[in-house]
């Protein structure tokens, strides 16, 4: 289509987005909408700079249409001002071609500014279960639920495509002179650049419904990003990996996929308390952790979790221990956690670590303490005295916030902002840990105080979370059902005795590795399994009740049993297989 | 006749030129190979389209051969209905009224296809009523090792479209399937319809396809005469297996009322499609136990009612509210 040498061959120059949409109203559909800018060879247009223009292509679901397809809407975006505080004019178009324009692209040899991007060859696709065309040649449809994913996805692509002046040339205004630098300023590629160079590949193919079977820290893959940033000449140091992991976070949540997903894992740090039991947060609980608890209280101490856990989760209050500071996970949960209905509040020290913490969750969640009200209703004074050693001071090894930040954060926030629960001046030295409060009054008296607190936030709960309103009643069943049941697996264990013992002599010792999937497979279903199919006394009493089932028309036989196979049924059919094989 | 008047091909494809035309077929005949392999090759690494373009020494006709691999000789039903695809007295749509992300555009068009040369020889000569000329170059249909040609015989005066379907007795060497159509270019297009166009429209239709290979060949016979090198060939790897998951059923959120019962009583043969296996189509019927439609529907077994049988029902309306209610319910669960 083009001939060789126009476009820029340089990859790290090329500008692709996909973004992703769903319509709000029936009829309701996702769809993704991708778009490529590929720059024309940059010393080509530097050559002439006034001598070519862009160029767009528009696809539907990969298809071209004869005519082109614009993507014909209204578009209306306003542009995001680098000045704070200045609002910029909403901007107009009736098409895709209109709002790349819009966004600085020239497609006619119209007067150029050195700010215009250069020109790219474009390429659009939508893709899409649905497309209501408005003419029947299926160029021009109803672009209506797409255009602000369209929008999205030009200001994404147009903030990589380069300038004119970036590549050196400058237009004199108004006119249709320019100049070209000798040199092309150098274009800077960014830690952010290489993280989606690195990911968006499998990004892609996780969203195409394949599988990463490959798994890597993120540490580790900041190791691979090295020789990258090398290459393209990014400015880096160690300090920039914090950043680099949270370029990742954030990639993964602008295209709506989790990290486990494309095979980047992080170990769960933060873990919660209910019912006596601690559980990992990770990607693979967070769902179902985000269901416990009428209200999840986050607490940065492993210890004061497990000292308040008892009276928590007699109230059906969750703990969740995040280990000194909130981790992606726990931020995740909470957020969960609040959509689902539970109520949030944080609980961490008196000091400035402790307010940082608190800030990460949204301002609709409650700090329950360490604050000024904990030392007021407790009568714990600011200065420790002979008998009551409560505060520490607070140095700092590494400045966290400047005084100035840390007076913004305090004002901005309605949580910290009042002097009645936040006093700045004693935290610049001093802090109370959370551990003093309960050394002081022990675990009991603490959750009590928590307790009002939470009560006194969120009046009422929803203990659906908590108790299930219907239960499992089988202990109630007939003595003769669960002794059936009791039967059934005294029976079983005597008929397969011999054999378990072999087996238990055969795994003893074995001669390297085996598999323990496929030996537990033919253990149970196999070995075992089938002695208790074939057994007649076991049969027999089966037969029995079918026999009584029908007599009676209780339907037992009817009722499905799950959704996963059963023993019988999975043997059978692999043994029918097996014949069909042997045939 | 609407198919085989140029007011006719106008009307159904929206685009006024006849230049326009021939990228039409070009475009529906690699949609159409893509769109099959993607329903009926999921998971596969090597599924390939190969096509060739070629324009005669004189520049009188565009040859274009476009055949998708069918290793598995799987079953090509719409090429064993020939009578029933180009029969131009009623639509026969197996995809009307989904909502697939699929490619294919032109509502019958092979009938289209079959079409356009008689249109393109005849533009502009009246006399085309008088039964005269004819487009005798067949159009080849090759599928699951068999050839079968058809050829068009139109009477625009009598309004009068007859087949010539025939089968030919030797079985070919592939199971691939081959779609083979000869156009005749027209003098107002000859500049239009250059190895150039051809090949850009080639690879518009292809560049962001990343699950199927590409073998493309464009010749242009007339540079070739002329010494040039006359040829573009477009090869594209995969890069990935075709997604499994792709067009699964969709969800009956995406309709609306109306569309949801047009896409139940557009069904074609509904003597033989049953209640049941039209609601499996949508994602959340797929999902419910056939058994709450048994219920609803007041039968032993959904899947025994055919569409004809449940559309004569005096409650077909009433149900059929049930229905959408239900598949509604599911959905917004």
């Given at each position: 289509?083009?001939?060789?040498?126009?476009?820029?061959?340089?990859?790290?120059?090329?500008?692709?987005?996909?973004?992703?949409?769903?319509?709000?109203?029936?009829?309701?559909?996702?769809?993704?909408?991708?778009?490529?800018?590929?720059?024309?060879?940059?010393?080509?247009?530097?050559?002439?700079?006034?001598?070519?223009a862009?160029?767009?292509?528009?696809?539907?679901?990969?298809?071209?249409?004869?005519?082109?397809?614009?993507?014909?809407?209204?578009?209306?975006?306003?542009?995001?001002?680098k000045?704070?505080?200045?609002?910029q004019?909403?901007?107009?178009?009736?098409?895709?071609?209109?709002?790349?324009?819009?966004?600085?692209?020239?497609?006619?040899?119209?007067?150029?500014?050195?700010?215009?991007?250069?020109?790219?060859?474009?390429?659009?696709?939508?893709?899409?279960?649905?497309?209501?065309?408005?003419?029947?040649?299926?160029?021009?449809?109803?672009?209506?639920?797409?255009?602000?994913?369209?929008?999205?996805?030009?200001?994404?692509?147009?903030?990589?495509?380069l300038?004119?002046?970036?590549?050196?040339?400058?237009?004199?205004?108004?006119?249709?002179?320019?100049?070209?630098?000798?040199?092309?300023?150098?274009?800077?590629t960014?830690?952010?650049?290489?993280?989606?160079?690195?990911?968006?590949?499998?990004?892609?193919?996780?969203?195409?419904?394949?599988?990463?079977?490959?798994?890597?820290?993120?540490?580790?893959?900041?190791?691979?990003?090295?020789?990258?940033?090398?290459?393209?000449?990014?400015?880096?140091?160690?300090?920039?990996?914090?950043?680099?992991?949270?370029?990742?976070?954030d990639?993964?949540?602008?295209?709506?996929?989790?990290?486990?997903?494309?095979?980047?894992?992080?170990?769960?740090?933060?873990?919660?308390f209910?019912?006596?039991?601690?559980?990992?947060?990770?990607?693979?609980?967070?769902?179902?952790?985000?269901?416990?608890?009428?209200?999840?209280?986050?607490?940065?101490?492993?210890?004061?979790?497990?000292?308040?856990?008892?009276?928590?989760?007699?109230?059906?209050?969750?703990?969740?221990?995040?280990?000194?500071?909130?981790t992606?996970?726990?931020?995740?949960?909470?957020?969960?956690?609040d959509?689902?209905?539970?109520?949030?509040?944080?609980?961490?020290?008196?000091?400035?670590?402790?307010?940082?913490?608190?800030s990460?969750?949204?301002?609709?969640?409650?700090?329950?303490?360490?604050?000024?009200?904990?030392?007021?209703?407790?009568?714990?004074?600011?200065?420790?005295?002979?008998?009551?050693?409560?505060?520490?001071?607070?140095?700092?090894?590494?400045?966290?916030?400047?005084?100035?930040?840390?007076?913004?954060?305090?004002?901005?926030?309605?949580?910290?902002?009042?002097?009645?629960?936040?006093?700045?001046?004693?935290?610049?030295?001093?802090?109370?840990?959370?551990?003093?409060?309960?050394?002081?009054?022990?675990?009991?008296?603490?959750?009590?105080?928590?307790?009002?607190?939470?009560?006194?936030?969120?009046?009422?709960?929803?203990?659906?979370?908590?108790?299930?309103?219907?239960?499992?009643?089988?202990?109630?069943?007939?003595?003769?059902?669960?002794?059936?049941?009791?039967?059934?697996?005294?029976?079983?264990?005597?008929?397969?005795?011999?054999?378990?013992?072999?087996?238990?002599?055969?795994?003893?010792?074995?001669?390297?590795?085996?598999?323990?999937?496929?030996?537990?497979?033919?253990?149970?279903?196999?070995?075992?399994?089938?002695?208790?199919?074939?057994?007649?006394?076991?049969?027999?009493?089966?037969?029995?009740?079918?026999?009584?089932?029908?007599?009676?028309?209780?339907?037992?036989?009817?009722?499905?049993?799950?959704?996963?196979?059963?023993?019988?049924?999975?043997?059978?059919?692999?043994?029918?297989?097996?014949?069909?094989?042997?045939? | 006749?609407?198919?085989?008047?140029?007011?006719?091909?106008?009307?159904?494809?929206?685009?006024?030129?006849?230049?326009?035309?021939?990228?039409?077929?070009?475009?529906?005949?690699?949609?159409?190979?893509?769109?099959?392999?993607?329903?009926?090759?999921?998971?596969?690494?090597?599924?390939?389209?190969?096509?060739?373009?070629?324009?005669?020494?004189?520049?009188?006709?565009?040859?274009?051969?476009?055949?998708?691999?069918?290793?598995?000789?799987?079953?090509?039903?719409?090429f064993?209905?020939?009578?029933?695809?180009?029969?131009?007295?009623?639509?026969?749509?197996?995809?009307?009224?989904?909502?697939?992300?699929?490619?294919?555009?032109?509502?019958?068009?092979?009938?289209?296809?079959?079409?356009?040369?008689f249109i393109?020889?005849?533009?502009?000569?009246?006399?085309?009523?008088?039964?005269?000329?004819?487009?005798?170059i067949?159009?080849?249909?090759?599928?699951?090792?068999?050839?079968?040609?058809?050829?068009?015989?139109?009477?625009?005066?009598?309004?009068?479209a007859?087949?010539?379907?025939?089968?030919?007795?030797?079985?070919?060497?592939?199971?691939?399937?081959?779609?083979?159509?000869?156009?005749?270019?027209?003098?107002?297009?000859?500049?239009?319809?250059t190895?150039?166009?051809?090949?850009?429209?080639?690879?518009?239709?292809?560049?962001?396809?990343?699950?199927?290979s590409?073998?493309?060949?464009?010749?242009?016979?007339?540079?070739?005469?002329?010494?040039?090198?006359?040829?573009?060939?477009?090869?594209?790897?995969?890069?990935?297996?075709?997604?499994?998951?792709?067009?699964?059923?969709?969800?009956?959120?995406?309709y609306?009322?109306?569309?949801?019962?047009?896409?139940?009583?557009?069904?074609?043969?509904?003597?033989?499609?049953?209640?049941?296996?039209?609601?499996?189509?949508?994602?959340?019927?797929?999902?419910?136990?056939?058994?709450?439609?048994?219920?609803?529907?007041?039968?032993?077994?959904?899947?025994?009612?055919?569409?004809?049988?449940?559309?004569?029902?005096?409650?077909?309306?009433?149900?059929?509210?049930?229905?959408?209610?239900?598949l509604?319910?599911?959905?917004?669960?």
């Amino acid at each position: 289509m083009y001939p060789p040498g126009y476009l820029e061959t340089d990859s790290s120059k090329i500008a692709y987005t996909i973004q992703y949409g769903t319509t709000k109203e029936i009829p309701c559909f996702s769809f993704a909408f991708e778009l490529i800018a590929v720059p024309l060879d940059i010393d080509m247009v530097r050559k002439d700079p006034m001598g070519y223009a862009s160029e767009f292509n528009g696809l539907v679901n990969g298809a071209y249409s004869v005519l082109g397809t614009k993507f014909d809407g209204s578009y209306r975006w306003t542009r995001k001002s680098k000045r704070q505080g200045y609002q910029q004019p909403t901007d107009y178009a009736d098409d895709i071609i209109g709002c790349l324009q819009g966004y600085s692209f020239v497609f006619y040899s119209q007067l150029r500014s050195s700010r215009n991007k250069i020109p790219c060859a474009i390429l659009g696709n939508l893709i899409s279960q649905r497309v209501d065309y408005t003419e029947k040649s299926k160029s021009k449809m109803d672009a209506s639920p797409f255009v602000d994913t369209i929008i999205k996805a030009v200001e994404k692509v147009a903030a990589k495509v380069l300038t004119f002046k970036a590549i050196g040339v400058s237009f004199a205004s108004d006119s249709d002179k320019y100049k070209v630098s000798s040199r092309a300023r150098a274009t800077r590629t960014t830690v952010k650049e290489i993280v989606e160079m690195m990911l968006l590949p499998r990004i892609l193919k996780v969203k195409r419904g394949e599988k990463i079977t490959t798994e890597q820290t993120q540490d580790s893959l900041w190791y691979n990003a090295l020789p990258l940033f090398e290459k393209y000449w990014v400015k880096y140091s160690n300090d920039s990996r914090p950043w680099f992991k949270e370029c990742i976070r954030d990639l993964c949540k602008e295209y709506g996929v989790a990290r486990e997903q494309i095979g980047i894992i992080a170990a769960p740090w933060a873990s919660m308390f209910f019912n006596g039991e601690w559980y990992d947060i990770s990607f693979d609980t967070i769902e179902d952790l985000a269901k416990k608890g009428t209200d999840i209280v986050f607490i940065e101490k492993r210890d004061i979790v497990r000292a308040l856990g008892k009276y928590a989760s007699k109230w059906g209050v969750a703990l969740v221990n995040t280990h000194g500071h909130l981790t992606d996970y726990a931020e995740d949960l909470a957020e969960l956690a609040d959509i689902s209905g539970a109520h949030i509040a944080i609980f961490t020290d008196y000091d400035i670590p402790g307010i940082l913490i608190a800030s990460k969750l949204k301002e609709t969640v409650p700090r329950l303490g360490v604050d000024e009200r904990i030392l007021a209703h407790f009568n714990i004074p600011h200065e420790n005295t002979r008998e009551r050693r409560l505060v520490i001071p607070y140095n700092a090894r590494v400045a966290r916030l400047t005084e100035w930040n840390l007076r913004r954060l305090i004002r901005n926030d309605k949580r910290f902002s009042s002097e009645d629960v936040v006093d700045i001046e004693f935290l610049k030295r001093n802090k109370i840990e959370i551990d003093a409060i309960l050394a002081d009054q022990g675990a009991e008296k603490l959750w009590g105080y928590l307790q009002d607190l939470l009560k006194e936030e969120f009046p009422n709960r929803n203990y659906l979370r908590v108790i299930d309103p219907a239960p499992d009643l089988s202990k109630h069943y007939p003595p003769i059902v669960q002794q059936l049941r009791l039967y059934y697996d005294k029976r079983a264990r005597e008929i397969t005795e011999p054999e378990s013992k072999k087996i238990e002599e055969e795994l003893k010792d074995v001669d390297g590795f085996i598999d323990v999937e496929q030996k537990e497979k033919e253990i149970l279903d196999y070995r075992l399994g089938k002695i208790v199919l074939e057994d007649q006394l076991l049969k027999d009493i089966a037969e029995a009740f079918v026999a009584l089932d029908r007599k009676k028309g209780y339907k037992i036989s009817e009722i499905e049993i799950s959704k996963t196979k059963t023993i019988t049924a999975s043997v059978a059919e692999e043994e029918e297989e097996g014949e069909g094989s042997e045939k | 006749m609407q198919f085989f008047k140029a007011d006719g091909m106008k009307e159904a494809t929206g685009y006024g030129e006849p230049k326009d035309w021939y990228f039409i077929i070009v475009k529906e005949l690699l949609d159409n190979a893509i769109d099959w392999l993607r329903d009926n090759y999921r998971g596969s690494a090597d599924a390939k389209v190969t096509a060739s373009f070629t324009i005669n020494e004189d520049r009188t006709q565009l040859n274009c051969k476009v055949r998708n691999s069918n290793p598995a000789n799987k079953p090509v039903h719409a090429f064993t209905q020939l009578d029933n695809i180009l029969n131009y007295n009623m639509t026969f749509g197996s995809k009307q009224n989904e909502y697939r992300a699929t490619r294919g555009q032109l509502g019958d068009g092979l009938k289209r296809i079959m079409g356009l040369p008689f249109i393109l020889m005849n533009i502009g000569d009246d006399t085309s009523a008088f039964f005269k000329k004819q487009w005798d170059i067949p159009m080849y249909f090759r599928v699951n090792g068999i050839e079968r040609q058809a050829i068009v015989k139109v009477n625009l005066g009598a309004s009068e479209a007859i087949n010539q379907i025939a089968e030919s007795p030797a079985r070919l060497p592939h199971t691939s399937t081959e779609i083979e159509v000869t156009l005749p270019i027209i003098n107002e297009v000859k500049d239009y319809v250059t190895l150039a166009t051809i090949e850009r429209h080639c690879r518009l239709s292809t560049c962001v396809t990343t699950d199927i290979s590409f073998d493309i060949e464009i010749v242009d016979k007339v540079l070739q005469a002329k010494g040039y090198r006359g040829k573009a060939i477009i090869s594209l790897e995969a890069k990935h297996p075709i997604p499994k998951n792709l067009h699964n059923s969709t969800s009956v959120l995406i309709y609306r009322p109306a569309e949801f019962v047009s896409r139940i009583e557009s069904v074609y043969d509904r003597e033989n499609t049953s209640v049941y296996q039209v609601i499996r189509k949508f994602e959340e019927g797929a999902q419910m136990s056939k058994s709450v439609f048994d219920k609803l529907l007041q039968v032993r077994d959904s899947n025994k009612l055919s569409l004809a049988e449940f559309m004569n029902r005096p409650d077909y309306q009433e149900k059929m509210l049930a229905l959408y209610n239900l598949l509604m319910e599911e959905a917004n669960k």
